[in-house]
């Protein structure tokens, strides 16, 4: 089974693929056994024959058992071949995307190794006015895009006749478009698109699946049920004759071909032609008089098989053989069904000649009623004529489909063939769209609410339509955003704000109860207008006119105070933008500066500076409560003028009428921030001080006021390797090593194409090592250390150069004081000495084991422990510049010697700043 799922899920595949089944596959079904072949073609919808196909001429053929088997795989392969064929091909209204476009330039490689490779354009030597004529065939083809082929399955696109393409697959069509003169020298592309039809054209027949799929199985005739009192007995059938009494035994009696069943001991019974029900008593009468002290109990045991005809309109007609037990359903499911073309209303089963039952599978489908599927008899024919009346029915209802009409339905018969209207269909605006005398096409207004309408005759192709309701809401208000329980609420007259939002305990945490903003349609033409309230003083006094009268369609919004409120604002200032004029402008207004929500509000009625403060979340911290500012403009003659107003803010929330103005479209109003303004500066003071931590400063605050906040220095301080970092400048030198190792970047992949083309010597090492400072230079994080001269800044008056003044996020560290002395960089061991008076800078490098071959010997350099560095230049090693005098705390560099290497600009500068920001880290980290 796990074999043929696989390869089920491989052949399931393949008509998206537009691709026949390979020999692999074809050789994998024909080793199936008939039982998973039969389910693969079930699968596949290539129909089932099995015991119910057509058997007229199979079993005369007289083949051997493994013959017959070879040749049911061929056909059986055979069948699947042709239905994913089917699948694959193009039909009528599929949509496909057509692409078109020049042949795409050919790469060859080069002949000759370091050459380049070779590009040949096929479009090199066309003509260039015919270029620009297929370039503009492309666009146009391009801009039509998706086609959908018509009902014949013809393509229609600009500047070409029509091309069928029906029957054909992605790639033959693809093949036939290239045949076309204007198409010939270009690529084309066909893809089909899988959509899914919708409305009035994505309706299928109704009914017609009945017997597709798995429901297919309800209806095979079954052989283990209870056989019916009226079953007419023929030959083949079995009796089951159970003895007991004299006799205790069970014999198995066959119908012969002439009627009769040979009972032993009673001889030949007639029973062809009789029902059961009489048979079984005849025989039980027969033992019980014949038979003395004998009594027998007669059931049937196998049915016999029966042959019909099933023809018409079926998807397979023919002849087939079913059980004694069949139905009309039955034999229907034997063969495959009702073709589309095919009529459900009307399936007739005809007995020699004369039409005995007629069967309408609407009954069996929508009502459960089976009391015309009929038994069938030897040489029944079920005839299936063509389809009858069709309507539409689409929209609201509960099953849009295609249905066939009987007799003269009115528009509710159709109606409740398609189970009705749905909760959201409006019956009054139905329509019916027919052809008429004229053959036009026009449409009928339908009340399906009115006996009028619902009577309304149906005739065969109309398309009955049910629309949806308006999605609007007629009678309620909506609230939404920071509450509780969002949601309409129903509407009645005089209904307030209070009464939507009777309580603060129904707004989240950290709403705004002082700006509720609420959007009414006016009628008659649905204008729009904003207004607000304040939900703080409804709440207060019910009633009053802070607590505002709602209307019809409503919708109330609650914002909350830490997030913005664009989502809301935004899409109803374009709503308000659209109903605009000239004479009508824009109702907007915006509020800018110390407020806590700024941004741009919808102008109110009679709305005045104190409420688009309140629309701005009231104001911050910083606001200077007696300054603010309005922007108004003006069209003054031609031209617009800006005037601005100077508002008192303390007296315009007072109420003041003098300063709380009215506003104007387009109004801006800023308030002040309060001068010297800022959040709190902190810097931190660590290490060797009396009280270090955090200290809050004022504004122009020194370094020398801020230690003695801290109690001084302690005695063990090393007040000048002293660590300075700031927040501003390790920003900038952030940015600059960003840079730096953007442009090291390029030089590098400069310089490696540079080697490969000149095959110099030594370039792979230069790489490698420039790599490595790469990695390092992307690793390393800017430290910001300033260096200063702490005693000089203690002991700095004010305003003087060395006196510090701090910024926020100044970090001071006071070491312990220190008895070592560090050597980094190219030296056989990068390591600390313990500071000895007397030692020199060469007399740390030998400690360190001496130089590498790879050290620059002439920009030795120190770092002192306040950060200052001592660098000069000497043209030997052992030069007067060696005896530079060393302190405790200071580190020793040898850099690389950049000028060994094949030269490659910023290696030097890199180096440089990897040891300096090394230093740095290991100052800091040092704490």
Known sequence: MRRLASFLLGLMTLPALAQMPTAEQIQMLQNLTPEQRQMLLDQLGAGAQGSQA????????????????????????????????????????????????????????????????????????????????????????????????????ELLMPGFAPMLLAGLSEEQAALRLSAEPGLNRLIVKVTRLPLERQGPAGLKPFGYDLFKDDSVSTFAPVTDVP??????????????VQLYGNQNRTLRLTVDRDGRVNFPELGPISVAGQRFRGVQATLEERVAKQMIGVTASVSMGDIRAIRVFVLGEAMRPGTYTVSGLATITSALYAAGGVKPIGSLRDVQLKRQGAVVRRMDLYDLLLRGDTRDDARLLPGDVIFIPPVGPTVSVDGEVHRPAIYELKGTPSAADVIALAGGLTPEADPRTASLTRLDAAKRRVVVNVDLAAAVGRA?????????????LRPTLDSGVTVAGHVYQPGAVAYRDGLRLSDIIPSIDDLKPNADTHYVLIRRELPPDRRIVVLSADLAAALRAPGSDADVVLMPRDRLTVFDLESGREAVITPLLDELKLQSSAARPTESVRVDGAVKVKGIYPLEQNMRVADLVRAGGGLDDSAYPSGAELTRFRVVGNVRETETIDIDLEAALRGDAAANLPLQPFDILVV????????????????????????????????????ERAGGLTRFAAPRAAVFTRDSLREREQVQMDQLTERLQV??????????????????????????????????????????????????????????????????????????VTVLGEVQNSTSHFYKPGLSRDDYISLSGGVTRQADENRVYVVRADGSVVARSSNRWFSRDAQVRMEPGDTVVVPLDTERLPRLPLWQAVTQILYNVAVSVAAVNSF
């Open 672 to 707: 002040k921030e309060t001068p010297e303004w800022r959040e709190q500066e902190v810097v931190r003071i660590e290490g060797e001080v009396q009280f270090p931590g955090e200290y809050p400063i004022r504004r122009g605050e020194s370094l020398r006021s801020v230690l």
């Open 227 to 240: 056989v019916p009192a009226e079953y007419v007995v023929g030959p083949g059938d079995e009796f089951v």
């Open 456 to 468: 309304q005759p149906v005739g065969n192709g109309d398309d009955l339509r049910v629309p949806r």
């Open 54 to 153: 057509k058997s007229s001429a199979k079993s005369a053929e007289g083949q051997s058992p493994e013959a017959e088997r070879q040749k049911t795989n061929a056909q059986a392969s055979a069948e699947i071949a042709q239905s994913l064929a089917r699948e694959a091909a193009l039909k009528g209204e599929d949509t496909v995307i057509v692409s078109v476009g020049f042949p795409e330039p050919q790469v060859k490689p080069a002949t000759q190794e370091g050459q380049p490779p070779l590009i040949i354009d096929p479009t090199k030597d066309w003509d260039p006015l015919e270029k620009e004529k297929l370039a503009k065939t492309i666009e146009r083809i391009r801009a039509k895009n998706p086609y959908r082929l018509n009902r014949v399955g």
């Open 747 to 820: 030089n590098l992949a400069t310089a490696a194409l540079r080697a490969a083309n000149m095959n110099q010597t030594g370039a792979s090492t230069a790489l490698s090592v420039g790599q490595s400072l790469l990695t390092q230079l992307r690793a390393a994080r800017a430290v910001g250390r300033l260096v200063i001269d702490l005693p000089s800044a203690i002991a700095a008056t004010q305003g003087s150069p060395d006196d510090i003044v701090l910024q926020d996020g100044d970090r001071l560290l006071v070491p312990k004081q220190r008895q070592e």
